[in-house]
Nanobody, 121 residues
Framework: VQLQAFGGGLVQAWGSLRLSCAAS????????KAWFRQAPGKEREFVAG????????FYRDSVKGRFTISKDNAKNTVYLQMNSLKPEDTAVYYC???????????????WGQGTQVTVSS
């Protein structure tokens, strides 16, 4: 099983980025998917999630209205569209898959390697 995240980069404040996470070795549609992030010196935190059915999405409060999680089952890929980025969004972003769609890190069994997002002011 491998999850590969990509699409990070350096962007100015109020800019946009789209992260992608491609899965191999598992059928993504059978799992809940999520994005977490970890800033230097901080704990890894939940950002956005989508349940296996794809009908329910959920977000941490600070990204609501700015970030959108979506999926493409045919491509076995999950996305995170990030708009109106702020310097405090700077972190390494990780995709994850698990049997339960929650905000709890321990509920996700499979993790990608992370992609760096840096937002300059």
């Amino acid at each position: 099983v491998q999850l590969q995240a990509f699409g990070g980069g350096l962007v100015q404040a109020w800019g946009s980025l789209r992260l992608s996470c491609a899965a191999s070795g598992l059928t993504f549609s059978n799992y809940a998917k999520a994005w977490f992030r970890q800033a230097p010196g901080k704990e890894r935190e939940f950002v956005a999630g989508i349940r296996w059915s794809g009908e329910n999405t959920f977000y941490r409060d600070s990204v609501k209205g700015r970030f959108t999680i979506s999926k493409d089952n045919a491509k076995n890929t999950v996305y995170l569209q990030m708009n109106s980025l702020k310097p405090e969004d700077t972190a390494v972003y990780y995709c994850a898959a698990g049997s339960r769609g929650t905000t709890v890190r321990l509920n996700y069994s499979y993790w990608g390697q992370g992609t760096q997002v840096t937002v300059s002011s």
